[in-house]
């Protein structure tokens, strides 16, 4: 049996009572932490332009866009949730692929869980073995798919969300094989549009993707059952190198999922450990950015190649510059949605201490670590070292920092009573007879 059947067969065969209750928890963290960034999203002025174009195309209301009150079509639904998921890439990210899976995932689930009636616990097992799947696909082409341009959020998304919309959908592990074929042919992605609006695009379209497969398999389209591991599958078109054995090892023993990171800060996660340094620098008793003459950041080889925008000029641009997300450290002692703005793209103080970062490559750095050096006009240097980021597998976001981000996010588009509603309905998910009305 190929790659892609055993990974289809596993997605079909695991019930909501297989999975531990560790991998449950950690589904409702990912839910939780998805729409409450996707809320804070829906009431950017960029997401009309979506918008304007569902409402132009027209189509059968069927599933809603989160914090719009508004309803679409199944498949615009994903699309517009997966993007405003992604939008402010305070999301969440798998190490070391640098996925970012449940912005396709979670809004794939949803939508077809609202057309079809699912229960909560449909709708947990759906993300979790999606989630699943989508980071063990990554693993088996890392770093190789990665290095070589594709954006794998968008291109190892679409199985994710197929996954999740096929089991939603009813489909068995037949159909759940054909319905990641035409995810597969499907997947795209490039990391050239970072900094744009088109990277979130990237997440709603591999959302979108996966429902539009469910849909399409469910009906008796076909589609390749080797969509992965064929000749001009997936790995051997889109990775130089690959170790498809990753994909499937120890399947429902090793949960990959585990090592799926949730944001605390709005940027690119490869620049977390040195935002948690320039925060601990920021904090310490009379520093002022002001006097700084100097800063050195010793780093991971994916800082530069990612993040390595020492002249970003509006506030999607400042998410993909390490030099930025420094600066924001040093001079706000934070690095949320609001120290992402074109304002702060032009602000003099942080431009001037943008243009003092030197980014060193330091081999045997981990990708979660980083050392900040940060030298001062009175001759004297700070030095701070981070091992593991905030919010990485080994420095996780606490239940506490979760309910928090929620509850900050959720109320840009809400009252604070709805926002708390929302999150005591997320957390007690396993008991909802149904999502419906669950996220306004």
């Known amino acids: 049996m190929g790659t892609t059947q055993q990974l289809a067969d596993f997605a079909a065969s695991t019930s909501f009572k297989d999975l531990p209750d560790r991998v449950v928890h950690e589904a ?17 002025p960029s997401l009309k332009i979506l918008l304007d174009m569902f409402e132009a195309e027209g189509g ?18 994903a699309l517009a949730n997966g993007w405003t998921g992604h939008l402010e890439d305070y999301d969440d990210t798998h190490f070391p692929t640098v996925i970012h899976p449940s912005a396709p995932t979670v809004p794939a689930a949803w939508a077809l869980a609202e057309a079809n009636g699912s229960s909560g616990q449909d709708v947990l097992a759906a993300v979790a073995l999606g989630i699943e799947i989508c980071c063990r696909l990554g693993v088996s082409l890392h770093p190789w798919h990665y290095d070589e341009g594709w954006h794998i959020t968008g291109t190892m998304g679409v ?15 037949a159909q759940i094989t054909v319905a990641m074929g035409i995810a597969g042919t499907q997947a795209a992605g490039l990391r050239e549009n970072f900094g744009t609006m088109a990277k979130p695009l990237h997440a709603g379209r591999a959302a979108e993707a996966g429902v539009v497969a469910a849909l399409l398999a469910k009906g008796g389209f076909t589609a390749s059952t080797t969509i992965i591991e064929g000749r001009r599958g997936v790995a051997e078109v889109m990775s130089p190198g690959r170790e498809l054995s990753r994909a499937t090892d120890k399947l429902g023993q090793h949960w990959e999922m585990f090592q799926n990171g949730l944001k605390p ?20 008793p009379g520093f002022n950015p002001a006097n700084v003459t100097d800063i050195e950041a010793l780093v991971h080889p994916l800082v530069p190649e990612l993040m390595g925008r020492p002249n970003p000029t509006t506030g999607l641009e400042c998410k993909f510059s390490s030099q930025h ?43 979660e670590a980083m050392t ?16 593991h980021a905030t919010g990485s597998p080994k420095n996780p976001l606490s239940d506490d920092h979760v309910n928090e981000k929620f509850l900050t996010m959720a109320r840009r588009a809400m009252s604070e009573a709805d926002a708390k509603a929302v999150l005591d309905g997320l957390w007690r998910l396993d008991e909802a007879k149904t999502v419906v009305g669950l996220v306004p």
């Open 325 to 367: 997300c420094m600066a924001v450290g040093l001079v706000d002692g934070a690095a949320y949605p609001d120290q992402y703005s074109d304002a702060k793209a032009a602000d003099p103080l942080i431009s001037s201490l943008r243009a003092k970062v030197r980014l060193v490559v330091t081999p045997g750095t981990l990708e």
């Open 60 to 77: 059968n209301p069927r599933a809603g866009i989160w914090g719009t009150g508004r309803r679409t079509t199944l498949a615009n639904a």
């Open 265 to 284: 800060y709005s940027c690119g996660v490869v620049s977390h450990p040195a935002i948690d340094a320039a925060i601990a620098i920021h904090n310490r």
């Open 372 to 387: 900040l050096r940060v030298s001062l006009k009175d001759g004297s240097v700070i030095e701070q070292h981070v091992p």
């Open 28 to 44: 409702k963290r990912d839910i939780i932490n998805l729409i409450g960034v996707a809320l804070y999203a829906s009431v950017d």
């Open 159 to 173: 199985f994710g969300s197929a996954v999740a919309a096929g089991r939603l959908h009813g489909l068995n592990a």
